[in-house]
């Protein structure tokens, strides 16, 4: 199969080819795409040097799957233009992913609504990625009625520059600046730009898209998200209430049986999910501090853990293809 990767220079690009290696994607050509200065240059995959192109090039090379993560502003330009010649887009960006004529997916959740005439499908935002594979399985037994989450983000999902101003900071070097503050040793509770309602665009993003993907309009959800300096994932914080009672045992067992989620629930032994010992490159959720939240019925309390390059970006966008193809 002719496999594009637009962005592949970036962080998320370069953890779209180890996954595709990883997973044995079936890459009979790999086509890397960046801006015109990477011409030139080449990236290493499956033990071979591939020459980066220009997204005009990789069109006329007529790939048949194209992995997105360039920006929204290079989606909106290219992938209408990929899904002509009848390749499959998957695009990490946030261009796509409220437009109601496409798809917003994660395999685990709602893969069944994909289908054959699919061109461009969005990937949705990193930490609602982790947040849905939480709710899934329980929202079939119980029907979530309200959930609120604040996030703990890691500075990789802004990215090299956010990880080289921490690493900076961290060395006392004065350096470019991904955020208006310092990151080391601080807070940052502003995640994207501010809203006309006071909250941030990442914030929204949460909102809506956990609706879109869930199919459930009725869900109300409230989010704050934080940046944290942190590498190796993010962490949620979530209480989640439900329009039935629940069991804490079945709902432990709902938890660990759901595809690509592993509870880690240990208290008297102090096991939790943490980004950097847990969640840093792996595929999988990590979900723990399971419990009842004793100010609300019907409440849980839980704390969520996932690689946002990996299972947040570039593990999801290759689990899409390998559904669509698999079908």
């Known amino acids: 199969m002719k496999v594009a990767v637009v962005g592949a220079t970036g962080l998320v690009g370069t953890k779209m080819l180890q996954v595709l290696q990883e997973r044995k994607f079936p890459v009979s050509q790999l ?8 011409l030139g240059k080449t990236v290493n995959f499956n033990g071979k040097p591939w020459a980066i192109v220009t997204p005009e090039m990789a ?25 002509e010649i009848g ?22 959740v709602n893969g069944k609504v994909l289908t054959a005439e699919d061109r461009i499908i969005a990937n949705p935002n990193c930490s609602t990625i982790q ?19 604040s996030t703990y983000q890691s500075v990789t999902g802004t990215g090299k520059m956010a990880v080289d101003q921490l690493m900076n900071e961290r060395a006392g070097i004065e350096g470019e600046m991904a955020y208006r503050y310092p990151i080391d040793l601080n807070l940052i509770p502003q995640i994207d730009i501010f809203m006309e309602n006071g909250y941030t665009k990442e ?6 898209e956990t609706k879109k993907i869930m199919q459930e309009d009725e869900i109300k959800v409230s989010a704050t998200a934080v940046r944290v300096p942190v590498m190796g994932g993010h962490s949620e914080s979530i209480n989640v209430s439900f329009k039935k009672d629940f069991n804490l045992e079945e709902v432990r067992q709902a938890l660990s049986q759901f595809p690509g989620v592993k509870v880690v629930d240990d208290i008297v032994n102090a096991q ?22 004793e100010t ?23 689990q899409i293809a390998e559904y669509i193809f698999n079908r």
């Open 296 to 318: 609300m019925p019907n409440t849980l309390n839980a704390w969520v853990v996932a690689d946002n390059l990996r299972k947040g970006a570039a593990t999801n966008a290759v």
């Open 59 to 83: 069109v006329e090379m007529k790939p048949e799957l194209a992995l997105f993560s360039a920006g929204g502003n290079t989606s909106l330009q290219w992938a209408p233009l990929f899904a």
């Open 272 to 293: 939790y999910p943490m980004p950097n010992i847990h969640a840093h490159d792996s595929d999988d959720v990590f979900v723990g501090r399971l419990r009842r939240d």
């Open 31 to 38: 086509i890397p795409v960046a801006t015109e200065k990477s």
């Open 203 to 208: 914030e929204m993003k949460m909102i809506v």
């Open 87 to 108: 390749c499959v887009v998957i695009d990490n960006s946030s261009a796509w992913r409220m437009d109601p004529t496409k798809k917003l997916i994660v395999p685990e």
């Open 131 to 149: 947040m849905v594979m939480f709710l899934k399985p329980l929202h079939d037994l119980y029907a979530v009625d309200r959930v609120i989450v």
